[in-house]
């Protein structure tokens, strides 16, 4: 498709469950990236993937939380174990490089509500 | 630590009312600096952004933003705001790379 795509768009889950989440990132782009959007704070970074590059996990809140990206496209983020806190909307974006000129296409996100 | 700072988080206008959102940044080097807009339902979208040059940015739907690189500052600007400007802006900021946004401000525009 001609944006990023994320599913699903809602999830609800039940604390201490696993859940995955997809991002499709736009067809070209070698750069992703994943933040999280809670009510009030913002957006915050997550992991960051360049093309065959190890991953730049430096904003992952815990170990419950991981990311990978399958031949260079599409990325499923995972969190183990959720809590009320994780609850949030998951963002993935893509870019044609890490050098931001063209500024970063998102996705719709991913709605996480853990009850 | 570095930080990126909206002063407002909702603001309610009537249409036709001027339009200024603060926007503040902590870092101390060379930045690029974006205004992203995130309407109901839709997902974030680039607004208009700063790399260099004249520092009076202008991008789409009639907004302005300007750079004060003695204030750390970017404020976005708009004449005349129209109801369908109703949505929730982002400031972010890229130092070295690393893309850090705002809080985000909730506009309101009163038909």
């Known amino acids: 498709g001609a944006g990023v795509s994320q599913s699903p768009s809602n999830k609800v889950t039940e604390k201490g469950k696993d859940v995955e989440l997809r991002c499709d990132p736009i067809?070209?782009?070698?750069?992703l990236y994943w933040y999280r959007q809670s009510l009030g704070q913002g957006l915050e970074f997550l992991i960051y993937?360049?093309?065959?590059?190890?991953?730049?996990k430096s904003g992952l809140p815990s170990d419950r939380f991981s990311a990978e990206r399958t031949g260079g496209s599409v990325s499923t983020l995972t969190i183990q174990r959720t809590q009320q806190e994780d609850s949030a909307v998951y963002l993935c974006?893509?870019?044609?490089?890490?050098?931001?000129?063209?500024?970063?296409?998102f996705g719709s996100g991913t709605r996480l509500t853990v009850v | 630590a570095q930080s990126v700072s909206q002063h407002n988080h909702h603001v309610i206008l009537s249409e036709a009312a001027s339009l200024e959102l603060g926007c503040n940044y902590s870092?101390?080097?060379?930045?690029?600096l974006f205004w992203y807009v995130q309407y109901p339902g839709q997902h974030l979208q680039l607004l208009l952004k700063y790399f260099s040059g004249d520092p009076l940015v202008k991008g789409i739907k009639g907004f302005e933003a300007e750079f004060i690189k003695s204030k750390f500052s970017f404020n976005l600007r708009k004449p005349s705001v129209q109801w369908s400007d109703t949505a929730e802006y982002f400031c972010a900021v890229n130092y070295n790379n690393d893309m850090r946004f705002g809080a985000g401000t909730r506009l309101t525009v009163k038909p």
């Open positions: 067809s070209g782009h070698t750069a």
């Open positions: 974006a893509s870019s044609f490089s890490r050098t931001v000129y063209y500024g970063y296409t």
């Open positions: 993937f360049q093309g065959n590059s190890a991953p730049d």
């Open positions: 870092y101390g080097g060379t930045v690029n």
